[in-house]
């Protein structure tokens, strides 16, 4: 039998109304959750996080089996509900939703089946599910059909955004060393980077959905470890997007300014990172610090001074490769294990900051303009260009797989030199004495001159 290939619906796609697609989907999805109703659902096991005082219980409870095949049978029948087709009327005659389809009889019939599947029947069983989580979590029951209308609300918003207006939120969750905040705290740093110290019940909201992506015996563990850094902003659909590289970037970032902020000589170590997307969709995980936890004390002050570091850097790093990829290499400095990887990273980074791209001396200027940049007072610099020296012979040692000495206290001194060379060059694009046009390097070393060559 002969196949076709057709793309539906026809036409050129205008843009929707958001709000009325808003409109028309919540009576589609609340139509056909009525004619759910009346079907009896089979009741399975299902393993259950509970906050207990302070603590976690894990018990067995019975749950409705939304994924049982009595329910797409049920809504075989009941699908083309009146209001559901006022919705896929409306988004036909606006040549949206447009779908590739091959068969011997592609026809608008199936348009509506896959519209009815993506925007209706998708949200609506997001919303039960997530209904039963909190319910069994809270209550330790539910019955069928019982559903949250705020979740029903939240899902339908999350359909309009995915499919209406082409994007959708981006969250990830990603425990933190110990911060010491009080529970159920959060923090805005940017509109983008939250702290937060989680309660007993969001560590089991959490365990409810992504449990099994934790090691239990992992010491980074949310149920142990309940600061989070909690990354948001959305991002448009059907465009493909490196996900962990662009939380990697905002979570190196808030480890930049918390190291500056508090003065630490070890970053905040980070655990398993999930990764969520709208209509509580599971975009993936990543695991790249295996260090210690360490815990520090953050107050209201240093908080306040997280705030101005992150906005600070990215005021003056937009379009900068190079204060970029310092920052970058300040993050993988941060979640090497072996102090080896720390010298040769921060090392990188402070040379992408202190030595121009142009013929020289690389070694001289490394030390000469680091310890220009690094020196709070006329007595520093001499030590620091010391230290400076031994950071950039010794990263040539290592990277040639020579024995260096104290490399840990190398290694250490070198990430929190980076640290600070990030934070001195940003107050001086800030204050106009690096010329912005230039790049990092050649900017720093027009600074000293000029400021070697001027006179009283």
Not at 138 to 163: L, R, S, T
Request: proline content about 4%.
């Amino acid at each position: 039998m002969k196949e076709f290939t057709v793309v539906l619906p026809p036409g050129e796609e205008r843009e929707l109304d958001c709000s009325e697609v808003s409109k028309l989907l919540r009576k589609a999805v609340y139509r056909t959750l009525n004619g759910l109703k009346n079907l009896s659902l089979p009741k399975i096991l299902r393993g259950v996080h509970q906050p207990k005082g302070e603590s976690i219980t894990y018990n067995e409870i019975q749950s409705i089996d939304y994924g049982n095949e009595k329910i797409w049978e049920d809504i075989s029948k009941i699908w083309r509900s009146e209001e559901t087709l006022a919705l896929t009327e409306y988004i036909w005659d606006h040549g949206a939703c447009k779908t590739t389809f091959t068969g011997p009889s592609p026809d608008r019939k199936s348009w509506e089946r896959k519209v009815f599947m993506d925007l209706v029947e998708h949200p609506l069983f997001i919303a039960l599910e997530t209904t039963q989580r909190e319910r069994l979590m809270d209550f330790g029951k539910i019955e069928a059909w019982e559903v949250d209308p705020n979740k029903v609300e939240k899902a339908i918003q999350e359909a309009v955004d995915f499919y209406c207006r082409k994007k959708h939120l981006l969250t990830a969750i990603c425990p933190l060393a110990r911060l010491n905040l009080p529970a159920g705290l959060s923090i805005e740093l940017a509109s983008d980077i939250w702290l937060r110290c989680m309660t007993t019940r969001d560590v089991c909201l959490l365990l409810s959905r992504h449990s099994h992506e934790y090691h239990w015996e992992y010491f980074k563990h949310p149920a142990t470890v309940s600061d989070v850094a909690e990354i948001c902003f959305p991002i448009e659909t059907g465009k493909k997007h490196d996900l962990p590289a662009l939380i990697q970037d905002r979570l190196d970032l808030l480890k930049w300014a918390l190291f500056v902020a508090l003065g630490m000589d070890k970053p905040v170590a980070e655990g398993t990172c999930v990764i969520k997307g709208g209509l509580d969709a599971r975009l993936g995980i990543f695991r790249r610090d295996e260090n210690m936890t360490y815990t520090y004390r953050i107050d209201e002050q240093a908080i306040e001074r997280c705030k101005k570091l992150i906005m600070s850097f990215r005021e003056f790093s937009e379009s900068r490769d190079d204060l970029l990829s310092a920052l970058w290499h300040f993050g993988r400095a941060c979640v090497a294990i072996l102090s080896r990887d720390i010298l040769l990273e921060s090392a990188i980074g402070l040379d992408l900051l202190f030595v121009p791209s142009e013929p020289g001396d690389s070694r001289y200027r490394f030390c000469l303009h680091g310890a220009a940049i690094l020196s709070s007072n006329p007595n520093d610099g001499k030590n620091l260009f010391n230290d400076l020296k031994k950071i950039y012979d010794n990263r040539s040692k290592a990277a040639h797989g020579h024995k260096v000495r104290a490399i840990d206290e190398l290694a250490l001194s070198a990430r929190k030199k980076l640290a600070q060379a990030i934070f001195k060059i940003v107050n001086l694009l800030a204050n106009k004495m690096i010329d912005a046009c230039l790049e990092i390097g050649k900017g720093v070393q027009q600074y000293i001159l000029k400021k070697a060559t001027s006179y009283p």
